[in-house]
């Protein structure tokens, strides 16, 4: 089992940033952040492959960065320029399997999540 515990959510103005970090019980494969708004499918939100290259979900390309300290388990996510439409829960998941680059995104392929930090944007 791994356990998962995000913070730095909270409420932010449009156009404003947050900082979103994930700590993990132990090490892992392969780590994600996925968001779910109200009424919404989860949808990933941003990864970092095997060789450190890092995808993101259309939505965030070019406003948000995600960053990990693997001495520390631990993943980041820098959230910038941010719009209403970025309000969501927003959950760290984690696997031991070393997932593929077409995968890594995918909610299903998951098997351990934390139970989320919630963003608001206000516009």
């Known amino acids: 089992q791994v356990q998962l515990v995000e913070s730095g959510g909270g409420s932010v103005q449009a156009g404003g940033s947050l900082r979103l970090t994930c700590v993990a019980s132990?090490?892992?494969?392969?780590k994600a952040w996925f968001r779910q708004a109200p009424g919404k499918e989860r949808e990933g939100v941003a990864a970092?492959?095997?060789?450190?290259?890092?995808i993101y979900g259309d939505s965030v390309k070019g406003r948000f960065t995600v960053s990990q300290d693997n001495a520390k388990n631990t993943l980041y996510l820098q959230m910038n320029s941010l719009t209403f439409e970025d309000t969501a829960m927003y959950y760290c998941?984690?696997?031991?399997?070393?997932?593929?680059?077409?995968?890594?995104?995918?909610?299903?392929?998951?098997?351990?999540w934390g139970p989320g930090s919630q963003v608001t944007v206000s516009s």
């Open positions: 132990r090490a892992t494969g392969s």
């Open positions: 998941a984690a696997d031991d399997r070393r997932l593929s680059w077409w995968s890594r995104l995918q909610p299903k392929w998951y098997s351990y």
């Open positions: 970092i492959l095997d060789g450190g290259n890092e």
